[in-house]
């Protein structure tokens, strides 16, 4: 893609928790693989085609996880992502 990448993140203070949002204008995600981009080295793409270990979000989930927080994306293929997780206050 030609267009600059664009990253947003925003923080949300809750009663019980902090809720973060990393948003992109990336390649995006389709629904069927929001969950197994969580998954250790399970890449969507070749490292022909994106650079990357399949390893991050892996780590990233469990640091969320083991803080007592969830992680999760909503994507739109070929417009972005939305990576968010909260933890606890």
Request: glycine share 10%; proline share 4%.
């Amino acid at each position: 893609s030609n267009k600059a990448p664009h990253i947003q993140i925003n923080l949300e203070e809750r009663t019980t928790e902090y809720l973060i949002r990393v948003s992109d204008n990336g390649i995006g995600i389709a629904p069927d693989y929001h969950e197994h981009v969580f998954k250790v080295f399970k890449r969507l793409h070749t490292r022909e085609q994106y650079d990357g270990s399949g390893i991050g979000l892996a780590i990233c989930k469990k640091i969320v996880e083991n803080m007592g927080g969830r992680i999760w994306v909503e994507s739109v293929p070929g417009e972005g992502s939305v990576f968010s997780f909260t933890v606890p206050k």
